[in-house]
T-cell receptor, first 119, second 112 residues
Framework: GAVVSQHPSWVICKSGTSVKIECRSL??????MFWYRQFPKQSLMLMAT?????????EQGVEKDKFLINHASLTLSTLTVTSAHPEDSSFYIC???????????????FGPGTRLTVL | AQSVSQHNHHVILSEAASLELGCNYS??????LFWYVQYPGQHLQLLLK??????LVKGIKGFEAEFIKSKFSFNLRKPSVQWSDTAEYFC??????????FGTGTRLKVLA
């Protein structure tokens, strides 16, 4: 159990276009999901917390107008990179929080990631 | 600010060798601790977690970790590694919230 999927697994786009990445929890409901960015040979950097039915909470330094997050249902969160530029090329990973009722003892389960390349 | 340190960035071992990967965190309050593994081309998978109770935690695939509060450490161990353990290992901590702070990761290469 606790499977999280992401789609697409990789995407190449032209500079200036927008790209949408989906994150789904397949066998559990997740009111909270997270979006991370992973640079080569570096750790995961939390970009934002996605909450079902409310606005996402962005980490300091992350442009909310550039990285649009929509948590439309208890099993789906989307990240849209708007007007993408080459510096947005990265590996984007989502996770879904699964637990018994919230709190810090809940556990994050991660998706396989999406490789974005902006030409 | 909270931080997590993984001092070993790269580790190379022969099969059957014992493994210990270090993880230290900086936070004085109650913490929850996690180890994740990322096999080549795959997603992060939870190896084990510690919330409370017995500080020696056993996880999947023969891994274990020991929480030593006085040392702010949560080191990952395995008595005998296999070639299939080649992966990147991440330590993560949270405290009071569900947001994780990740370490920079340790790349383990096991030679057959």
């Amino acid at each position: 159990g606790a499977v999280v999927s992401q789609h697409p697994s990789w995407v190449i786009c032209k500079s200036g276009t927008s790209v949408k990445i989906e994150c789904r929890s397949l066998d559990f409901q997740a009111t909270t999901m997270f979006w991370y960015r992973q640079f080569p040979k570096q750790s995961l950097m939390l970009m934002a917390t996605s909450n079902e039915g409310s606005k996402a909470t962005y980490e300091q330094g992350v442009e909310k107008d550039k990285f649009l997050i929509n948590h439309a249902s208890l099993t789906l969160s989307t990240l849209t990179v708007t007007s993408a530029h080459p510096e947005d090329s990265s590996f984007y990973i989502c996770s879904a929080l699964r637990g018994t009722g919230g709190g810090s003892t809940d556990t994050q389960y991660f998706g396989p990631g999406t490789r974005l390349t902006v030409l | 600010a909270q931080s997590v340190s993984q001092h070993n960035h790269h580790v190379i071992l022969s099969e059957a060798a014992s493994l210990e990967l270090g993880c230290n965190y900086s936070y004085g309050g109650t913490v929850n601790l996690f180890w994740y593994v990322q096999y080549p081309g795959q997603h992060l998978q939870l190896l084990l977690k510690y919330f409370s109770g017995d500080p020696l935690v056993k996880g999947i695939k023969g891994f274990e970790a020991e929480f030593i509060k006085s040392k702010f450490s949560f080191n990952l161990r395995k008595p005998s590694v296999q070639w299939s353990d080649t992966a990147e290992y991440f330590c993560a901590v949270n405290s009071g919230t569900y947001k994780y702070i990740f370490g920079t990761g340790t790349r383990l290469k096991v030679l057959a």
